[in-house]
T-cell receptor, first 118, second 116 residues
Framework: GAGVSQTPSNKVTEKGKYVELRCDPI?????LYWYRQSLGQGPEFLIY????????DSGLPNDRFFAVRPEGSVSTLKIQRTERGDSAVYLC????????????????FGPGTRLTVL | AQKITQTQPGMFVQEKEAVTLDCTYD???????LFWYKQPSSGEMIFLIY??????QNATEGRYSLNFQKARKSANLVISASQLGDSAMYFC?????????????FGKGITLSVRP
């Protein structure tokens, strides 16, 4: 079946602009995660959705970052007043379950959106 | 808090040989899961193998096996019979099993290059 998809694959914007990054998870997956990967680093957790609600947003760096998942499927990561330090690859992942005893809750990742802030 | 440490510099292996990629971890969670992902130059993170902290046996998945030593807090990935397509970045990651949040904590990754 189809994997996690993310759009756009690349986004170039100017400092101070607003951007939206979209994630379409694997059909039927209840949990959705956003990570950010800077050059030469491993992905860092941003936010986790269980269904429509943000169950953990402790990884969002500041209030310029916001994410929604209104219907429990597609999610949008929104970044206001972008800064050059926001440049990174933004990865989305989904898992069938989360926190279910006995389940590995394996996360499957999308190809990422490379964001460049000039 | 969880921490993953991957300190090996870029690794090189001859095609068809085996290679071990090191991973050590630290956590206060009593139950946890350990993952390895592969990230080729295309950028997508590909799930390879999973090991639960209470699993009695080391995980295996095709050419991948996990050398899990709980007392040493290490979870090294062994790739047997290396192929040219194995050249990529490899990330070790972990999550707590208790609680509903399955967020992953990643290491910095290791670059593996397979020589023909």
């Amino acid at each position: 079946g189809a994997g996690v998809s993310q759009t756009p694959s690349n986004k170039v914007t100017e400092k101070g602009k607003y951007v939206e990054l979209r994630c379409d998870p694997i059909s039927g997956h209840t949990a959705l995660y956003w990570y950010r990967q800077s050059l030469g680093q491993g992905p860092e957790f941003l936010i986790y959705f269980q269904g429509t609600g943000a169950a953990d947003d402790s990884g969002l760096p500041n209030d310029r970052f916001f994410a929604v998942r209104p219907e429990g499927s597609v999610s949008t990561l929104k970044i206001q007043r972008t800064e050059r330090g926001d440049s990174a690859v933004y990865l989305c992942a989904s898992s069938l379950t989360a926190g279910v005893v006995g389940s590995t809750d394996t996360q499957y990742f999308g190809p990422g959106t490379r964001l460049t802030v000039l | 808090a969880q921490k993953i440490t991957q300190t090996q510099p870029g690794m090189f292996v001859q095609e068809k040989e085996a290679v071990t990629l090191d991973c050590t971890y630290d956590t206060s969670d009593p139950s946890y899961g350990l993952f390895w992902y592969k990230q080729p130059s295309s950028g997508e993170m590909i799930f390879l193998i999973y090991q639960g902290s209470y699993d009695q046996q080391n995980a295996t998945e095709g050419r991948y096996s996990l050398n899990f030593q709980k007392a040493r807090k290490s979870a090294n990935l062994v790739i047997s019979a290396s192929q040219l397509g194995d050249s990529a970045m490899y990330f070790c990651a972990m999550r707590a099993i208790t609680g509903a949040n399955s967020k992953l904590t990643f290491g910095k990754g290791i670059t593996l290059s397979v020589r023909p």
